[in-house]
């Protein structure tokens, strides 16, 4: 039975086009991040790109150091201190920034202010070495005073400060260092699966509405098994497409990088990515959980687009619905009075696709003294989703004004 | 086998589509005659499962069919009116994908398969696809997929629209003989297809059975409500006409 719904999907042109522009999307994003990679050599005195630059910064960020040691990172500040430039000037970027790379980055965002736009490379001279760079504490530090900020949406409770600061003290120190570039690509491509949901959304919608619209449901509500197992086979057939489709694409991107450059760094700490992050998890680890995530998604926008399209017998409708769940979010913006409203927004669909910034958000959610965090958060709600909508699917479908 | 309509009733919102029906059937072939609107593919979709009545019960040989589930269903055989195939399937997949649907084994699908699509004259369209079929064709396959769970309550809405007049005489014999084991309701407003094949007619209008009976009860009917001049003409387009033009409902009856 299943194999006919899978025929229904795959033999309509227009899906198979959307099929292939989604995964263009990804090859596209590979190549990108690959062709914008360049690396300052100063034996040619020019600029290596692609590959090359990505081997090259490889090489200095393992000659650079294992670990963000204290004493290594004084050191650095110390001698970065020394230039006595502006650190926004030019100057300061050929003498510091360009032969340093990644570890002058992540050292200035890790002394940025949290609430900060952007790094604030100045900072990196106003530190006080005279104790060292209390690079640890000052993480800490940072959390609390974040987490102890007064905001006019209203402010963290002491449970949720005792929550993310237990968190944040739990991570291993020093952190491992090493080059990210290559597993953050890997990460890019998962983050653009998510776009691969609008290729979802053009091959669900008509699962249940296209029977409704053609009057082909009269037919099959009548065999024996139209109002049972066909509805768990085309639910089975949707839920299988979107987590195969969506898989292959970003498995497709992370082998691709693998295959060009190798993917040894998986065991680097994602704080890599932003010091401040209170979980102790890998790179690795986190690309893992950004593609369940994408997936988990995936799932659920599949399950309330099942739901719509046994429910409106719309194709179009259904289609309407889901892009209006997807892309309309991202235009709703944050409230300067409503942490209600805010703790809603955090999780739309397209405010969870990139776990660099979900995991570094101190998010979290208070019912009474139970505290949970926003990825915990994120997959009850879009578990809820599913379920909820399977459970109006069947329904949905067998009823017939 | 005994399908018992006790006082059916459909209503939507202000209308009455189908207005406490009763009717016990059993083998053989059920005609239901009326103009469009009457009601008839109402009554059939209720009779098929499709719709749950308002008020009154279908039951099969006592029970009723709502809690049969796949019990009834695996004994119905329907042909919805203007129902939607799937352009990009074959004949054969078609027949394979309802044959899946009503339960069949595979290898029992193929073969029964073949035979029905040899049956309505489409052995060489089986590896077609649907988008190529003529409208005459699409019916033709989809009173073959009526049959491939061989029901034995087979429910036909309209099964002769779109044939030609050869074709609609071919499946007159096979509906026919179908009926000498089965309960067959079908649905027509062409006068012709009942009168030779059903052996009981029920005349439909305005959600009701209006008359019902063999051709002979009918005729019977007829002629006490009409003069000895159009008594001695009888057919049954004409008992239709006199029932269904007398208010202009019907110009298309014929």
């Not at chain 2, 990009?88 to 029964?112: C, H, P, Q, V, W």
Request: proline share 2%; net charge neutral.
């Amino acid at each position: 039975m299943m194999r006919y719904e899978w025929k229904k999907i795959f033999e309509k042109k227009f899906n198979v086009i959307a099929m292939l522009v989604g995964y263009a999307l990804i090859a596209i994003v590979v190549f990108v991040r690959f062709a914008e990679e360049n690396y300052w050599d100063e034996k040619t005195q020019s600029y290596l790109t692609g590959m090359e630059a990505m081997q090259a910064s490889r090489e200095r960020a393992g000659q650079q150091t294992d670990v963000i040691s204290e004493e290594y990172i004084t050191e650095l500040l110390k001698n970065i201190q020394s230039y006595q430039l502006d650190l926004d000037s030019s100057e300061a970027y050929i003498k510091i920034g360009r032969p340093l790379g990644d570890i002058y980055y992540f050292v200035a965002k890790h002394y940025t202010d949290m609430r900060a736009a952007s790094t604030d490379l100045e900072v990196l001279n106003r530190i006080n070495l005279t104790e060292g760079a209390l690079f640890y504490e000052h993480r800490i530090d940072k959390i609390r005073s974040f987490l102890n900020l007064d905001y006019s949406f209203g402010n963290y409770s002491e449970e949720e400060k005792a929550f993310w600061l237990g968190k944040a003290e739990s991570v291993t120190i020093p952190f491992k260092w090493g080059y990210k570039a290559v597993i953050e690509l890997a990460l890019d491509c998962i983050v653009a699966g998510a776009y691969l949901l609008f290729v979802i959304i053009i091959c669900v919608s008509p699962i249940f509405a296209a029977e409704k619209e053609s009057g082909a449901a009269d037919l099959l509500l009548t065999t024996k098994y139209g109002k049972t197992k066909l509805v768990w086979t085309k639910i089975g057939t949707a839920f299988l497409f979107t987590v195969g489709y969506c898989s292959v694409g970003m498995l497709s991107g992370i082998a691709a990088c693998g295959i060009c450059m190798g993917l040894s760094e998986v065991k680097l700490p994602i704080q890599l990515w932003n010091s401040v992050i209170p979980y102790d998890w890998t790179v690795g680890w986190t690309c893992v959980v950004n593609l369940g995530i994408i997936l988990l998604i995936g799932v659920a926008i599949t399950a309330l687009l099942l739901y719509c399209s046994a429910r409106t017998k719309s194709t179009v409708i259904t289609m309407v619905i889901g892009m209006t769940v997807i892309i309309a979010p991202s235009f709703f913006r944050m409230s300067k009075t409503s942490g209600l409203w805010n703790h809603i927004n955090y999780l739309f669909p397209m405010r969870i696709i990139d776990m660099r910034t979900v995991l570094g958000a101190f998010v979290s959610y208070r019912f009474g003294g139970l505290v949970l965090s926003y990825l915990v958060m994120i997959v009850i709600v879009y578990t809820l989703v599913t379920v909820l909508s399977l459970l109006s699917v069947r329904k949905s479908f067998t009823k017939t004004m | 086998m005994e399908l018992r309509l006790d006082r059916v009733t459909k209503q939507y919102k202000n209308k009455i589509a189908v207005d406490r029906l009763s009717a016990k059937l059993h083998e053989g072939v059920y005609g239901l005659l009326g103009a469009n609107g009457a009601g008839k593919t109402t009554l059939m979709r209720m009779i098929c499962g499709i719709l749950e009545s308002n008020s009154g019960e279908i039951l099969l040989d006592g029970e009723e069919i709502a809690g049969m589930g796949e019990r009834y269903r695996e004994l119905l055989g329907y042909l919805p009116q203007d129902f939607g195939y799937y352009p990009n399937f074959t004949a054969m997949d078609f027949m394979l994908y309802i044959a899946s649907l009503k339960g069949l084994d595979r290898r029992y699908a193929k073969e029964k398969s073949v035979e029905l699509l040899k049956k309505v004259g489409m052995e060489r369209e089986a590896r077609h696809k649907i988008k190529t079929f003529s409208g005459g064709m699409r019916q033709r396959l989809g009173i073959a997929q009526t049959l491939l769970n061989d029901p034995k309550i087979l429910v036909l809405d309209e099964p002769t629209a779109g044939l030609d007049p050869k074709e609609r005489v071919r499946f007159r014999n096979m509906i026919a003989d179908l009926g000498k084991d089965r309960i067959v309701i079908l649905s027509t407003h062409i006068v012709s297809d009942v009168e030779e094949i059903a052996d009981w007619i029920f005349l439909m209008k305005q959600g009701q059975f209006l008359v019902q009976g063999t051709l002979e009860d009918l005729k019977k009917h007829y002629l006490e409500q009409v003069t000895a001049q159009e008594a001695e003409s009888f057919n049954l387009e004409k008992l239709y006409l006199h029932y269904f033009t007398e208010e202009g409902e019907l110009d298309d009856a014929i």
